[in-house]
């Protein structure tokens, strides 16, 4: 047991999937998985570990932002073994070269986070994905023709801005998207050594204002999860 997870060691795959809310990660775990048994309840932070296609594979949340992020996944790979971490979410488009309901595996996370800044004492590093992960993730989409673009995108502290344009800077720079973990998913799993990955769907558009349906975002999420499956699977 570590503090925030009330599994056994061998509870969790070394393949898991990162929803940011319990419940998705409870969806997924009965629409798309075998066998799940719940390995955490701690906090309603749920997790589980099952079978796709005759592999193991765990799924829990993450909470929303990097410090949750960061409490789950520093368990997840150090007192668990977790090797290979994709997160599944949605994020807000910052360009018009994605649209709502598309694809976007995130390619680097640039952060106004201050958690590198102090890891890092006042340097700067570059969040960045596995290579291998997100190949597989671009191969699995492309196979099933969805709408899917590689691209920068942030990670925020902040989902409600007191300056409206701030994001404007971001997309002048050429990111694509804002969500509010990977940068420190990417930046722990290159701490302890291992792989991992951001998918999301683009649920909101800061530049064209469009915005997703619930029965949409059902639809385009159960798309992200087989792609993040395969990905994380191989
Ligand atoms: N901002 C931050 N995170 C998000 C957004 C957004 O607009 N949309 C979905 N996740």
Not at 55 to 82: A, K
Not at 93 to 99: A, M, N, W
Not at 205 to 224: A, I, K, P, Q
């Amino acid at each position: 047991m570590s503090i925030h997870i009330a599994a056994h060691k061998g509870d969790i795959a070394p393949s898991i999937l990162l929803p940011g809310d319990p419940l998705r990660a409870q969806f997924i775990a009965e629409n798309y998985l075998e066998n799940a048994v719940c390995f955490n309840k701690v906090r309603n932070m749920l997790g589980f570990t099952g079978t796709w296609r005759g592999q193991r594979v765990s799924v829990m949340g993450s909470g929303m932002g990097m410090p949750s992020l960061s409490i789950y996944v520093n368990e997840l790979i150090r007192d668990y073994g977790c090797q290979k971490l994709v997160r599944v979410g949605t994020c807000g488009g910052l360009s018009d070269t994605v649209k709502v309901r598309d694809l976007v595996l995130g390619l680097s996370a640039s952060t106004d986070s201050a958690v590198n800044k102090i890891r890092f004492k006042g340097m700067d590093y570059a969040p960045a994905p596995s290579f291998r992960l997100l190949h597989r993730a671009y191969e699995a989409a492309r196979a099933r023709t969805l709408p899917v673009h590689v691209g920068k995108i942030l990670s925020s502290d902040s989902f409600y801005t007191h300056d409206p344009d701030q994001w404007k800077l971001w997309a002048k720079f050429g990111v694509v998207a804002v969500e509010m973990e990977a940068a420190e998913l990417y930046t722990l799993a290159a701490q302890y050594g291992v792989e991992a990955l951001t998918v999301l769907t683009v649920s909101d558009h800061l530049v064209t204002g469009g915005d997703t349906t619930s029965e949409e975002r059902e639809r385009t999420f159960g798309s992200m999860v087989e792609v993040a499956l395969e990905a994380v699977l191989g």
